[in-house]
C-alpha cells in the first residue's frame, strides 16, 4: 500500500473545488483519518518500478518550475489547505501520516517536517500519531534522519528488496549491499522505535540461498517490521523488456510459493508474526498502523500527483504529472482527474477482498451466500481456519496465504 500506480482509473470528473457528497462525512467520526503524501521524484528509475516517479531527465522540460522538487513541498501543502476546506468542519485529528514515493528523502529533511506541519497546523495530529516516511538507503545520513525524528516522523521504511549484488542489480536497485542494515542502526541512534525492511522475492536469477541470505540479513539489523513481497512484472518496464528478449528469465508461480514459505518460517523463528499477507512485525506496536487503515477501509487524503484518496465511500485520484498537479493548485483548483461514489456492494466487495489478507480475517456476515458455501469449502480444504470460522471470521491458513488471490475470488461471490 501507499505507493500510485502509474495508469489511473476511468471515473466521473471531479469537482473544481475538490467538494464531496454530503453523505461522505456521515458517521466520519466512528473512523480514523489518515494522510497519504506522495513524493513523485527518483534519482534513477528501477528496472522492475511502475509507480507514478519521475526522473530529473524525465521532467526536463515538462513543466520547469511548477514541476521542481525545490517547489514541491510548498505545492503539497498547498493540497492539504485544500483538504481543510473540503473536509470542512471534520472535528478528527489525523491517525497516520505516510510520506512514499518514489523517494521521499531526496527532499531536505526540512521539507518533509514542513509538510507534516501543515498537517499539524490544519488538523491536528491525535496523541500517539504513527508518521512514516520510506527511505532510500543511499539518501540519508544519521543527522538526516536526526532531523526527520526531531521533525515529528516516528517511523522509517527502507527499500532494502534484496542483501546480494547480483539481484540488486537486476533490479536496477543502487544501493550497497548492506547499507540498509546500518540505516536501520542508525534510525535506532536517532530515535525510531519503529524501522520496516522492505524485501522483494522472486526476482530473475535469484536462488532459495540468495532470498534465505537476504531474509537473515534483514532479520539481523534489527527492525521490528518487515515487509515481503513477490516481485511482479508490469508490462512497459524496462524488466519486462528484458524478459521478453530473453535477457532473463521469468520466476514461476511455484517459486514465489517457495520462497514465501522460507520467509514465514524464517520470520516465525525470529519472533515475527504476519498480521497482513505481506507483512510481519514483532509485536501489535510495531505493525504499521496507515496500512492496517488501508486494509480495513478507513479513510485518508492522498496529496500529490497520481495520490488516490477514500472518504466515506467516495474514491477520487489527483492528475499525474507533477506540473500538472503543481497548476491546477497555483490555479486553485482540485488536482483531482477523477472520482466514483462507490455503491453499498462495491464496498462489500472491497471489505472481503482487503480484510481476508488480515491475521484478524474477515466477518463471515460480510460474505453474500455463494461466498458463505465457498467459505465453508475453503474450511475443509484447509485453506480457512477451523476455530474463526466457528467464531464468524474467516482467517486464512498458511495454505490460504499462498493461494489467496484464489481464496478471495470465490469468497466475494
Same mark, same amino acid.
Given at each position: 500500500?501507499?505507493?500510485?500506480?502509474?495508469?489511473?482509473?476511468?471515473?466521473?470528473?471531479?469537482?473544481?473545488?475538490?467538494?464531496?457528497?454530503?453523505?461522505?462525512?456521515?458517521?466520519?467520526?466512528?473512523?480514523?483519518?489518515?494522510?497519504?503524501?506522495?513524493?513523485?521524484?527518483?534519482?534513477?528509475?528501477?528496472?522492475?518500478?511502475?509507480?507514478?516517479?519521475?526522473?530529473?531527465?524525465?521532467?526536463? *522540460?515538462?513543466?520547469?518550475?511548477?514541476?521542481?522538487?525545490?517547489?514541491?513541498?510548498?505545492?503539497?501543502?498547498?493540497?492539504?489547505?485544500?483538504?481543510?476546506?473540503?473536509?470542512?468542519?471534520?472535528?478528527?485529528?489525523?491517525?497516520?501520516? +505516510?510520506?512514499?514515493?518514489?523517494?521521499?528523502?531526496?527532499?531536505?529533511?526540512?521539507?518533509?517536517?514542513?509538510?507534516?506541519?501543515?498537517?499539524?497546523?490544519? +488538523?491536528?495530529?491525535?496523541?500517539?500519531?504513527?508518521?512514516?516516511?520510506?527511505?532510500?538507503?543511499?539518501?540519508?545520513?544519521?543527522?538526516?534522519?536526526?532531523?526527520?525524528?526531531?521533525?515529528?516522523?516516528?517511523?522509517?521504511? +527502507?527499500?532494502?528488496?534484496?542483501?546480494?549484488?547480483?539481484?540488486?542489480?537486476?533490479?536496477?536497485?543502487?544501493?550497497?549491499?548492506?547499507?540498509?542494515?546500518?540505516?536501520?542502526?542508525?534510525?535506532?541512534?536517532?530515535? +525510531?522505535?519503529?524501522?520496516?525492511?522492505?524485501?522483494?522475492?522472486?526476482?530473475?536469477?535469484?536462488?532459495?540461498?540468495?532470498?534465505?541470505?537476504?531474509?537473515?540479513?534483514?532479520?539481523?539489523?534489527?527492525?521490528?517490521?518487515?515487509?515481503?513481497?513477490?516481485?511482479?512484472?508490469?508490462? *512497459?518496464?524496462?524488466?519486462?523488456?528484458?524478459?521478453?528478449?530473453?535477457?532473463?528469465?521469468?520466476?514461476?508461480?511455484?517459486?514465489?510459493?517457495?520462497?514465501?514459505?522460507?520467509?514465514?518460517?524464517?520470520?516465525?523463528?525470529?519472533?515475527?508474526?504476519?498480521?497482513?499477507?505481506?507483512?510481519?512485525?514483532?509485536?501489535?506496536?510495531?505493525?504499521?498502523?496507515?496500512?492496517?487503515?488501508?486494509?480495513?477501509?478507513?479513510?485518508?487524503?492522498?496529496?500529490?500527483?497520481?495520490?488516490?484518496?477514500?472518504?466515506?465511500?467516495?474514491?477520487?485520484?489527483?492528475?499525474?504529472?507533477?506540473?500538472?498537479?503543481?497548476?491546477?493548485?497555483?490555479?486553485?483548483?482540485?488536482?483531482?482527474?477523477?472520482?466514483?461514489?462507490?455503491?453499498?456492494?462495491?464496498?462489500?466487495?472491497?471489505?472481503?477482498?482487503?480484510?481476508?489478507?488480515?491475521?484478524?480475517?474477515?466477518?463471515?456476515?460480510?460474505?453474500?451466500?455463494?461466498?458463505?458455501?465457498?467459505?465453508?469449502?475453503?474450511?475443509?480444504?484447509?485453506?480457512?481456519?477451523?476455530?474463526?470460522?466457528?467464531? *464468524?471470521?474467516?482467517?486464512?491458513?498458511?495454505?490460504?496465504?499462498?493461494?489467496?488471490?484464489?481464496?478471495?475470488?470465490?469468497?466475494?461471490?
Amino acid at each position: 500500500m501507499g505507493r500510485m500506480p502509474s495508469v489511473l482509473p476511468d471515473g466521473e470528473p471531479m469537482p473544481e473545488d475538490g467538494a464531496l457528497p454530503p453523505t461522505a462525512l456521515h458517521g466520519a467520526d466512528s473512523r480514523p483519518l489518515g494522510f497519504y503524501l506522495h513524493v513523485p521524484y527518483c534519482a534513477t528509475r528501477c528496472g522492475y518500478c511502475d509507480f507514478n516517479t519521475y526522473t530529473a531527465a524525465e521532467l526536463r *522540460g515538462t513543466g520547469g518550475v511548477l514541476a521542481s522538487r525545490e517547489n514541491y513541498a510548498d505545492t503539497l501543502v498547498d493540497e492539504i489547505r485544500l483538504a481543510r476546506k473540503v473536509l470542512g468542519d471534520d472535528p478528527r485529528r489525523v491517525e497516520t501520516v +505516510f510520506v512514499g514515493g518514489g523517494t521521499p528523502t531526496l527532499l531536505p529533511a526540512a521539507d518533509l517536517a514542513r509538510m507534516l506541519g501543515a498537517i499539524r497546523d490544519e +488538523f491536528g495530529l491525535a496523541e500517539g500519531a504513527e508518521v512514516t516516511t520510506e527511505a532510500n538507503p543511499e539518501s540519508v545520513d544519521p543527522a538526516y534522519l536526526e532531523e526527520l525524528r526531531a521533525g515529528g516522523f516516528t517511523r522509517l521504511s +527502507f527499500g532494502m528488496q534484496s542483501a546480494r549484488p547480483h539481484v540488486l542489480q537486476v533490479l536496477d536497485r543502487r544501493h550497497t549491499p548492506g547499507r540498509p542494515e546500518q540505516c536501520v542502526a542508525e534510525a535506532r541512534a536517532a530515535g +525510531f522505535e519503529h524501522v520496516n525492511l522492505d524485501l522483494i522475492y522472486g526476482t530473475p536469477g535469484e536462488s532459495d540461498d540468495d532470498w534465505r541470505a537476504s531474509l537473515d540479513a534483514a532479520i539481523g539489523a534489527g527492525p521490528d517490521h518487515v515487509s515481503a513481497y513477490a516481485l511482479i512484472v508490469e508490462e *512497459g518496464t524496462q524488466l519486462a523488456r528484458r524478459i521478453r528478449r530473453g535477457e532473463v528469465p521469468m520466476t514461476d508461480d511455484d517459486v514465489h510459493a517457495d520462497r514465501y514459505l522460507i520467509a514465514e518460517e524464517r520470520l516465525a523463528a525470529a519472533g515475527f508474526g504476519w498480521y497482513e499477507v505481506s507483512n510481519w512485525a514483532t509485536s501489535q506496536a510495531a505493525r504499521c498502523r496507515h496500512n492496517e487503515l488501508y486494509w480495513t477501509g478507513a479513510d485518508w487524503w492522498g496529496a500529490g500527483p497520481g495520490a488516490h484518496s477514500h472518504v466515506g465511500g467516495v474514491r477520487w485520484w489527483n492528475v499525474k504529472h507533477p506540473a500538472a498537479y503543481a497548476a491546477a493548485l497555483a490555479e486553485g483548483r482540485s488536482p483531482g482527474a477523477g472520482r466514483e461514489v462507490l455503491a453499498a456492494e462495491d464496498r462489500r466487495v472491497e471489505r472481503v477482498l482487503l480484510e481476508l489478507r488480515l491475521s484478524d480475517g474477515c466477518p463471515l456476515d460480510v460474505l453474500a451466500t455463494a461466498g458463505a458455501g465457498a467459505a465453508e469449502r475453503a474450511v475443509r480444504d484447509g485453506l480457512l481456519e477451523t476455530g474463526p470460522y466457528r467464531e *464468524g471470521r474467516a482467517v486464512l491458513t498458511l495454505r490460504g496465504r499462498l493461494l489467496a488471490d484464489a481464496v478471495v475470488r470465490d469468497l466475494v461471490d
